[in-house]
């Protein structure tokens, strides 16, 4: 007979496996903690930036994340430029436009219930 895997990543990589995972999730909770509510989804840990290019990054996801975002410093401040476009399995990604010499950008994950976990450390294009 052929032995088939299973992998299970959290929180999914696809609906079905996120789907799967939740309900993993909320059934651990159901019988361990019986009578108690479900606890909100954690804040997912900091990303790594592997790569950052003129029209690319990539970088190494964070337990807990479902999304990312990446962001560029505009002027003191950061501006979305990329709005929970990627999954860990998606990079590095095609930025939506190139960045200049001493562009800085960060990445910031996101979980299922979208909240926000640390943004990465800033990386920036050398001049």
């Known amino acids: 007979a ?11 990589d696809n609906p079905n496996m996120r789907r799967d995972a939740q309900n993993l999730r909320r059934h651990a909770f159901l019988t361990f903690a019986p009578g108690k509510p479900v606890p909100p989804h954690f804040r997912p840990g ?17 337990v807990g994340a479902f999304k ?15 709005d929970k476009c990627a999954t860990d399995n998606q990079t590095p990604i095609t930025l939506p436009q190139p960045l200049h010499s001493g562009a800085c950008i960060r990445v910031v994950p996101v979980n299922v219930a979208g909240g926000s976990g640390e943004a990465s450390e800033t990386s920036c294009l050398k001049d």
């Open 46 to 62: 900091k990303p790594l930036v592997t790569l950052l290019t003129t029209e690319t990054v990539a970088w190494r996801g964070a």
């Open 2 to 12: 052929k032995l088939t895997g299973y992998t299970l990543h959290y929180p999914g």
């Open 68 to 82: 990312y975002s990446v962001e560029k410093q505009v002027g003191g401040k950061w501006i979305t430029i990329c």
